[in-house]
């Protein structure tokens, strides 16, 4: 706050030199935010319990969706920009309408640019944070008019800004708000002192390259604008802040413990009666307990208060991504008459992530990671993900037997992440830092730059607020191919700071000690059997490997035999989840998949179609490798000898009490028995043999198959 206060100070003495000096913010990375709002654990803040329970924000009377049709002003670069398009009085007639969210490039505004390992605007002699004056520096501005709702009068409003890509500046009813950067993670700013009653004007300039992409430097399209959800919230001046949960497991893990912290803030003057803030734990509806505290502190005039709840539970169902049980848990906000002021429901999930000796466990037990990466992509709208896409994204992922995927290389939309708890999927959640672009020479690579220290760090500590209470996020991830140095040394140490419960990953530590998962991409079998035999002693996992590109994976059943085979490896990451090819239609009519190369002149730069390297591709139809890989990673595994068949369950934490076994005996590839097998008592990690029926009809004349 200091530093955002000073910088404040400088541009209010600046006077005439105002908009020049909020240029230079765009090529400083010490300037990360203005004015924004810390950033807190995901969650919306509703006015009553029914509401809290169903989840949604568009059915409270305290949100307000900004998404749709937003006034647009797209000029090559941000210089041509008229000087006072943020003032009210401002004529836009001449301006386009465009869609918010939505990635510019994909409505004809400027060139689609992929590239993988460098810097699209300097590949040859990259320069941070400075953008070269010479490139055609992109800029969008955005307007749109929205009616404060009447009942928000003398009410706090915050303005939530999904994500914005590379950088913005913010203004409200002609007034300087702030500034954010951060391309993956949403910007949050109190707009109560800039409004008035009635119709209200938000103007923003958008930068498609700033310092910022010298931390964004991705193997993915690189895209600019608003690509998630924009919205307004009231919430009254005495209201909760962040929350922290931490459910773990104890008693030799039978057993749950939930330790609850939030925050209280009063931003009143008059107000100083009592609140009391009161948590409720519920499974399926059930009141499992109930406890009220006061917030006494808040007696003080703009004042914080923070509250802790401690509680065990006998005998929970714990959360896995086999069994991904969850509880719901309920803090609400009452004022010293009684009243409700604010409700905030989340699922939880009592779940315990160690690593003993070399080896990463949950919930006391080893397990195994069939993990893939996954981009937020979609072939119509590029980086601009629906719900209805993340859901099918995960329901595939668990069709195609995966349990765990990483988040390349940035973190997710908050959706996905609740989708992950419900459906069970273990995450990897992983910063928005990659400047691959800058190689890894101790020299060279902003990992060890001192300047860039603050970039680093905010784009970590921002990821773990937010995404630290869901039961998905097993592991962190400091960030992708960006070296290794003072920066993700401090940041190593910030995070434990932050969160002492889930490990952390980077591959670039190799070997160094900011790391607690050793961590490598595309090494080769015999790699892992020399790991697996040495001295090292922490866990072993590939954040990338069996690149899925074209009709590949070669060897990945070789991969499988030796993971489930030797300690110390816990499996990994395929390259990736989905194409990123985006439909594109010809003159013709004709529509067709594009990639890198597909858009600008020659002088474009591109990495051409390395980027379609999916498990599926990019409309979410199955590529030939998909069915590969649903079948070296069932959980079930089958072998048949001297007509007994042998089942091992791979599972960790489930019986196979809900499967049944459909069995067919084809000859010459025409079936001519057929049976099932139902009430299978087979527990985690273990075998079970089954005699098959004494009239199994087979003779050595034919080719006989079991099914």
């Known amino acids: 706050m200091l530093r955002q206060f000073l910088l404040l100070l400088f541009l209010w003495v600046c006077g005439n030199g105002y908009a020049q000096t909020l240029d230079s913010i765009f090529e400083n990375p010490a300037v990360q935010e203005i004015n924004r709002m810390p950033m807190r654990a995901s969650y ?3 006015e009553e319990i029914s509401k809290a329970k169903n989840g949604l924000p568009s059915n409270s009377t305290r949100y307000l969706s900004l998404n749709g049709e937003w006034s647009f002003l797209w000029k090559n670069n941000y210089k041509q920009l008229p000087k006072n398009f943020y003032k009210k009085d401002y004529k836009e007639e001449k301006w386009d309408k465009i869609t918010v969210p939505a990635n510019w490039e994909m409505k004809g505004y400027g060139i689609p640019i992929y590239v993988n390992a460098s810097y699209e605007f300097n590949q040859k002699n990259p320069t941070p944070p400075d953008i070269p004056d010479d490139l055609a520096q992109n800029t969008g501005v955005y307007r749109k008019v929205f009616e404060l709702p009447s009942a928000w009068k003398d009410e706090k409003v915050y303005l939530h800004l999904g994500a914005v890509k590379s950088a913005f500046k913010l203004y409200i009813n002609g007034t300087f708000v702030g500034v954010g950067k951060d391309s993956k993670l949403a910007s949050e700013f109190d707009i109560t002192p800039y409004l008035t009653s ?23 399209w690189r895209f600019s604008g608003i690509s998630r959800d924009c919205y307004l919230y009231m919430r009254p001046k005495t209201h909760f802040y962040d929350l922290n949960i931490q459910s773990t497991l104890s008693n030799n893990y039978a057993d749950g413990r939930l330790i609850a912290s939030v925050e ?8 100083k009666s009592k609140y009391q803030a009161e948590l409720s734990v519920y499974y399926k509806d059930k009141l499992l307990y109930q406890e009220k505290k006061n917030t006494t502190a808040l007696k003080r005039a703009f004042g914080k208060t923070e509250l802790q709840f401690q509680v065990d539970f006998p005998q929970v169902k714990a959360w896995s991504a086999e069994l991904p049980h969850l509880y719901r848990l309920q803090m609400m906000l009452y004022d010293a008459e009684g009243k409700v002021k604010e409700v905030i429901s989340r699922p939880i999930g009592f779940r315990t992530v160690e690593i003993i000796g070399a080896n990463l466990l949950v919930n006391g037990k080893r397990i195994l990671i069939k993990g893939v990466n996954r981009h937020e992509t979609d072939p119509y709208t590029g980086q601009v993900v629906s719900r209805e896409s993340m859901e099918k994204d995960v329901m595939l992922m668990k069709a195609l037997n995966f349990n765990a995927v990483r988040t390349c290389h940035y973190p997710d939309d908050p959706y996905f992440y609740d989708l992950c708890d419900q459906y069970g999927l273990y995450i990897m959640d992983e910063a928005n830092v990659e400047s691959h672009g800058m190689h890894y020479e101790v020299d060279k690579t902003l990992a060890n730059d001192t300047k860039w220290e ?12 937010r995404d630290k209470n869901h039961p998905s996020v097993i592991i962190w991830s400091m960030g992708n191919e960006a070296g290794n140095g003072w920066n993700f040394y401090k940041g190593y140490r910030m995070m434990k700071g932050l969160d002492p419960t889930r490990p952390i990953h980077y591959e670039l530590a190799h070997y160094d000690w900011n790391t607690d998962i050793e961590s490598r991409m595309y090494r080769r079998v015999p790699f892992l059997l020399e790991y697996a035999l040495s001295h090292h002693q922490k866990p072993f996992l590939q954040c ?15 991969y499988w035999d030796v993971y489930e085979h030797y300690p110390k490896l816990q499996g990994g990451f395929i390259w990736d989840f989905v194409d990123q090819g985006i439909y594109k239609t010809l003159p013709n009519g004709k529509k067709i998949l594009t990639y890198g190369g597909d858009y600008g002149d020659k002088d474009t730069p591109s990495d051409n179609n390395f980027l379609i390297n999916g498990v599926i591709a990019s409309d979410r139809s199955l590529h030939p490798h998909s069915y590969e890989v649903r079948k070296v990673q069932q959980e079930i595994g089958f072998s048949y000898k001297n007509n007994v068949l042998t089942l091992r369950n791979k599972h960790f934490f ?42 199994l009809l087979v003779d050595k004349q034919a080719e006989y198959i079991l099914q």
């Open 44 to 46: 919306f803040p509703f």
């Open 654 to 695: 489930k019986d196979l009490s809900n499967y049944e076994i459909q069995w067919k005996l084809l000859k010459e590839g025409k079936e001519v028995q057929k049976g099932s097998i139902t009430d299978l008592v087979v527990l985690p990690q273990t075998e079970a043999t089954i005699a098959m029926p004494n009239n």
């Open 544 to 558: 990338e490997y069996a690149h899925a590109m074209g009709n590949s994976l070669g060897n990945f059943q070789e």
């Open 454 to 465: 603050y970039a680093h760090l905010l784009r970590m500590q921002r990821m773990v607020m």
């Open 264 to 271: 209280v803030w009063n931003e009143t003057i008059q107000d």
């Open 198 to 220: 009635g119709k209200n004007l938000i103007a923003m300039e958008v930068r498609r390259w700033t310092d910022a992409s010298y931390l964004e430097c991705q193997d993915m």
